[in-house]
């Protein structure tokens, strides 16, 4: 079987985030329960101009080149907070980083799961057609409201991968183990504007979701299960992935001197989630990226366990290989890079910020010339049609 998977890897998070302790001030909260209780340091501040279509894109852009281009035969783009019931956001990118005209582009929606199963799909496509490639990218801009109990796990970014039988950074396995639950843990009714969530529930229904997929592996797959050196996580906020492995633990799942080294791993991969937030579909993807950023036990050939949950529910556990092109010095500078570059801002900005609404009259220009964000932004609305700059 040839091997399929993600040839590269890259990642846009806005050029502006608030202090965690800063909001822990504003809002009369001991700042370690951010800090420590939930595990985050910063988040994320998308401007008006900074839509999931502007941060794919530019996240897009860090990876594909011309060739790429003409190679890729579907581009897949995963939310949960699409601005469209109907147009893709896929559609627009597709027209603005010049992708050959015969791809097919669409949508997926199911909660912060969406990615992996556009990766999914991506790896399918890709086995029945070695010479093509599928583009996946997950964009997402997490909110649960000023003064709520969710807003310290808000976020925003992107993460873009190319899905080729030449993976470069990550082979992923044939097989996985997911599984379904109806719930209302997390979502988001059409009439409204933020996530409604059962904070405390969603919690624990990620948990046992997680316990049972990884039984259900040591029972069907357990050399895979053993063979395993680092374990990713769909991070909402970074202390998810210790609590996961303290249930792991906790059930005998794991030993103690394996709980050691995973949780080792762990912090690494929970280093970038920490400075951003959650950023829902990209989530997971952020956290095996900030592991090739910083875990330098890391090496290629490496086994790997990547934890999907999408509330709702689903949860799917994938495997996978780790390559050399895992360990390049160009994926490390291009993430660091925009986190050197981003703007402290205050409590008081990021409220501003927050509030800012575009008209339903479905005309708008975007005024901030000195302003505006580096890459692709939005420009205007003309007639209910966002149209996007570059600078
Ligand atoms: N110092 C250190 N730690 C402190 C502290 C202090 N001064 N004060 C509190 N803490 C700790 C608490 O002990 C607690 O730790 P444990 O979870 O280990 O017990 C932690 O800080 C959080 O405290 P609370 O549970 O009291 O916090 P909360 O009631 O404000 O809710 C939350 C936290 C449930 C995560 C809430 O922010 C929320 O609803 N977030 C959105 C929902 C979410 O992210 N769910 C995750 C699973 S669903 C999912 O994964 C899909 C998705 O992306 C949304």
């Known amino acids: 079987m040839i091997e399929v998977g993600i040839e590269k890897i890259g990642f846009y998070t806005p050029e502006q985030y608030v202090s965690m302790e800063d909001l822990a001030d504003?809002?009369?909260?001991?700042?370690?329960?951010?800090?420590?209780?939930?595990?985050?340091?910063?988040?994320?501040?998308?401007?008006?101009?900074?839509?999931?279509?502007?941060?794919?894109?530019?996240?897009?852009?860090?990876?594909?080149?011309?060739?790429?281009?003409?190679?890729?035969?579907?581009?897949?783009?995963?939310?949960?907070?699409?601005?469209?019931?109907?147009?893709?956001?896929?559609?627009?990118?597709?027209?603005?980083?010049?992708?050959?005209?015969?791809?097919?582009?669409?949508?997926?929606?199911?909660?912060?799961?969406?990615?992996?199963?556009?990766?999914?799909?991506?790896?399918?496509?890709?086995?029945?057609?070695?010479?093509?490639?599928?583009?996946?990218?997950?964009?997402?801009?997490?909110?649960?409201?000023?003064?709520?109990?969710?807003?310290?796990?808000?976020?925003?970014?992107?993460?873009?991968?190319?899905?080729?039988?030449?993976?470069?950074?990550?082979?992923?396995?044939?097989?996985?183990?997911?599984?379904?639950?109806?719930?209302?843990?997390?979502?988001?009714?059409?009439?409204?504007?933020?996530?409604?969530?059962?904070?405390?529930?969603?919690?624990?229904?990620?948990?046992?979701?997680f316990e049972h997929v990884v039984q259900e592996v040591q029972a069907q797959r357990p050399n895979v299960w053993e063979q395993i050196d680092a374990l990713y996580f769909h991070l909402p906020f970074t202390k998810m992935g210790k609590k996961a492995l303290d249930r792991l633990l906790a059930k005998g799942l794991l030993d103690e001197e394996r709980y050691a080294s995973l949780l080792a791993h762990y912090e690494s991969s929970a280093k970038l989630g920490r400075r951003v937030g959650n950023i829902y579909t990209g989530s997971l993807y952020l956290s095996f990226l900030s592991g090739l950023v910083y875990d330098e036990k890391l090496q290629a050939g490496d086994h790997v366990g990547l934890f999907s949950y999408g509330s709702g529910a689903v949860g799917e556990f994938l495997t996978g290989t780790l390559h050399e092109g895992a360990f390049t010095q160009a994926i490390r500078d291009k993430t660091l890079q925009q986190f050197e570059q981003r703007q402290a801002i205050s409590v008081a900005t990021y409220e501003e910020i927050y509030q800012d609404t575009l008209p339903e009259t479905g005309v708008w220009q975007n005024e901030s010339s000195s302003q505006q964000p580096k890459g692709y932004y939005l420009a205007e609305i003309d007639k209910h049609r966002r149209r996007y700059g570059y600078n």
């Open 26 to 209: 504003a809002r009369g909260i001991d700042p370690n329960k951010f800090l420590i209780g939930i595990g985050q340091a910063e988040m994320a501040v998308p401007t008006i101009d900074m839509d999931i279509v502007a941060m794919a894109a530019n996240a897009c852009e860090q990876i594909i080149d011309e060739a790429d281009k003409q190679l890729i035969d579907q581009v897949i783009f995963a939310t949960e907070s699409s601005f469209d019931y109907s147009k893709a956001g896929a559609t627009y990118l597709h027209e603005m980083l010049g992708i050959q005209p015969f791809a097919k582009v669409f949508e997926i929606k199911q909660a912060c799961y969406g990615g992996t199963a556009g990766i999914q799909m991506a790896c399918d496509y890709v086995r029945l057609r070695p010479n093509r490639k599928v583009l996946v990218v997950m964009s997402d801009i997490s909110k649960y409201g000023l003064n709520t109990g969710g807003e310290p796990t808000q976020g925003a970014g992107a993460v873009a991968v190319l899905v080729s039988a030449e993976p470069k950074v990550l082979a992923i396995d044939l097989e996985s183990t997911s599984l379904s639950f109806q719930s209302f843990d997390f979502w988001r009714p059409q009439y409204s504007k933020v996530a409604l969530v059962e904070g405390h529930y969603s919690t624990e229904l990620y948990l046992d979701l």
